[in-house]
């Protein structure tokens, strides 16, 4: 990498000032900049990048020549800063880079993991959903605990097993995290990563060996039995009433709360919900509606509520479990989690457990169990992840062997 400057004799004025430009060579690269500064042919020193400028009464462009030299001397000490940036990171010069940084304010020499980690988000907001913003700033806070706990500088080169190995025990000797949020924190680490390497910002692969596997864990649903049993019951309070037919539409078509909490009146379109879905951004997603989800919104037809009464995630959660628990859905249920290698069980009752994200699993679960074809019951949910749906087939094929009591019958 190298740079000068050359005279674009081409451009002279009238008065013999010509304009300097800088040039920036690396290999076959050459980058061309403009500077805002001028002189006249003879008062060039090519050899100090300067121009010959003293202070007397017969040079008449002394104060023009001072603004122009700042000029320069500020870009060779930014070109320089930008050269040993390449350097002290390891970065193969690129032409993208380097304009981008020449661009900057104040150029920085090291990368600030941190500084990158929230110009990955900036960018990312471009492309990602707000659910995945929240997540990915979630995990910042969480890393910035991590640093100040363990007096671990995190840099981008640097992620390999030994960092592991500490942040391992930060999690779950220190914070007693879950090793499924654990997982959730490495993979988003893991894509922040993968992001700062393709950008150039770090040439260390050993991130790709942080190890990220997710356990399964419960699945929480009601049976159909009752789901009927809560879609059919008489509130009195019309509060819980509007709160489970929301939870119950979830229920009857299989989506997202985020997706139903949007529906609009051009959403509904004879037999079927047609909108476009907010997680994975598939446009044209139809769904058919059954009996009982056309019911729900008939209900409120002609009402403010139209097409369905809508509540945010933490309000819905919290009426569907009072909802639960006055159907009598108060059977224990274990749960068993682990952080690292130690295992938690917790008893809840069912009606505990019961979310908005429930409604989305009754539905999937229930049409496996009732027969519904895989790729039916897939294309409804819209899954993407083969492994996510497969937990539902693994649900539905244990009702299946209910079939097995045929054997009953022989003597």
């Given amino acids: ?8 004799k081409e451009k002279i004025n009238k008065d013999g000032m010509i304009p300097i430009r800088l040039v920036v060579m ?20 090519r050899e100090n990048n300067k121009i010959n400028n003293p202070n007397s009464k017969f040079n008449t462009n002394y ?3 001072q603004k122009s030299n700042k000029n320069i001397a500020d870009i060779i000490q930014k070109v320089e800063k930008i050269f040993t940036y390449f350097e002290y990171n390891g970065i193969p010069f690129q032409a993208s880079i380097f304009n981008e940084k020449f661009d900057e304010g104040d150029v920085k020499v090291t990368i600030s993991f941190f500084d990158a980690y929230d110009e990955f988000v900036k960018i990312s907001k471009l492309t990602k959903t707000s659910s995945t913003i929240t997540k990915y700033n979630s995990v910042k806070n969480f890393l910035t605990a991590f640093e100040l706990h363990s007096n671990h500088t995190l840099r981008l080169d640097t992620c390999d097993f030994r960092f592991e190995e500490s942040f391992m025990d930060y999690c779950f000797n220190t914070r007693k995290t879950l090793n499924n949020y654990y997982a959730k924190i490495v993979k988003s680490l893991k894509a922040f990563l993968n992001w700062a390497y393709e950008r150039g910002y770090h040439s260390s692969l050993n991130f790709k060996k942080l190890k990220s596997k997710e356990e399964d864990i419960e699945v929480i649903y009601l049976t159909s039995e009752e789901l009927m049993k809560l879609y059919h019951h008489n509130f009195d309070n019309p509060a819980l009433d509007r709160a489970r037919d929301m ?3 979830l229920a009857f078509t299989g989506q997202r709360h985020s997706d139903v909490y949007s529906l609009q009146n051009a959403n509904i379109e004879d037999d079927y919900l047609h909108f476009t879905v907010k997680k994975t951004k598939t446009v044209n997603h139809h769904v058919y509606l059954i009996k009982q989800a056309k019911e729900l919104i008939e209900k409120y037809r002609d009402t403010i509520y139209y097409p369905i009464p809508r509540l945010t995630s933490q309000k ?7 909802c639960c628990e006055k159907i009598g859905l108060t059977q ?4 068993t989690r682990f952080i690292g290698a130690k295992r938690i069980s917790q008893t809840f009752k069912k009606h505990e457990l019961i979310g908005s994200h429930c409604g989305r699993k009754t539905f999937i679960t229930n049409s496996l169990i009732l027969g519904i074809p895989e790729r039916v019951v897939r294309s409804i949910s819209n899954h993407k992840d083969e492994k996510n749906f497969r937990k539902y087939v693994n649900i539905s094929e244990i009702h299946k062997q209910k079939a097995l009591s045929a054997w009953d019958s022989l003597n």
């Fill in 332 to 335: 224990e249920i274990e749960l």
């Fill in 247 to 249: 939870w119950c539409l």
């Fill in 63 to 65: 104060k023009e020549y």
């Fill in 316 to 322: 819905l959660n919290e009426k569907i479990q009072i």
């Fill in 26 to 45: 690396n290999a076959k690269t050459r980058i061309r900049k403009s500077v805002e500064a001028k002189t006249k042919l003879e008062d060039w020193d």
């Fill in 1 to 8: 990498m190298k740079y000068y400057f050359e005279l674009r």
